[in-house]
């Protein structure tokens, strides 16, 4: 077995680890993306948007970024984000976080913009801030999708990684090496 290749490997443990978490928070987000509406069900505006629930939108989505940077930021510090995998690895948690960090400022818009239409009393104006405030949400959700969508693909990039494991199991306590040779006897006859 090539030592440098074996360096190479992130160890099963930690892959399967990061993995799990790593889908994990992927559905976190998704789930949010999902569940955080703006619109009713027949796709308008509400009278009267709740800012107390758009601006929890904005913390929640804030500590959703909080955890992805995090992940990013404990997987940086490991000997393997140095490596092949490790890098291509680091490299989608990095897209990861900034997209988490995108997705907040627009939930904060939104519920700033929903305190502004209480407010608006021009129709006109009215109508402009309900459009802002659809787009900039609708900017938030997605943000949060696409943070998903590189979660999963350092996942993915990490089962590749546990696909090149296959070439190089681990030794198991049967297979140890065998015990060095005897050492020649000092004693003559």
């Known amino acids: 077995m090539n030592p440098n290749v ?3 490997l992130i160890p099963r443990d930690d ?3 990061l993995i799990a ?3 994990d928070m992927k559905v976190k987000l998704l789930d949010a993306a999902e569940q955080w509406r703006l619109l009713d069900g027949t796709g308008h505006m509400p009278a009267a948007p709740s800012y107390a629930e758009l601006i929890q939108h904005a913390a929640d989505a804030q ?9 990013t930021a404990d997987f940086a510090q490991t000997a393997h984000s140095t490596n ?3 890098s291509a690895v680091l490299a989608r948690l990095s897209t990861a976080s900034t997209m988490a960090c995108f997705a907040a400022p627009y939930f904060a818009e939104t519920a700033e913009t929903a ?3 209480r407010r608006s009393s021009r129709p006109a ?3 402009q801030l309900e459009h802002r405030m659809v787009i900039d949400h609708a900017t938030g959700r997605a943000y949060l999708r696409r943070t998903s969508e590189s979660l999963r693909d350092a996942a993915k990039e990490l089962s590749n990684h546990l696909d ?10 049967r297979e140890s090496p065998a015990p060095p040779p005897p050492k020649p006897s000092t004693r003559h006859r």
């Open 84 to 86: 092949r995998d490790g």
């Open 21 to 23: 978490a790593f889908d």
């Open 6 to 8: 074996q360096r190479e």
């Open 15 to 17: 892959t399967l680890r």
């Open 125 to 127: 104006d009215r109508q």
């Open 164 to 173: 090149f494991h296959r070439f190089f199991p681990a030794p198991s306590q």
């Open 63 to 71: 500590s959703l970024a909080r955890d992805v940077v995090q992940f």
């Open 115 to 117: 305190l502004s239409l």
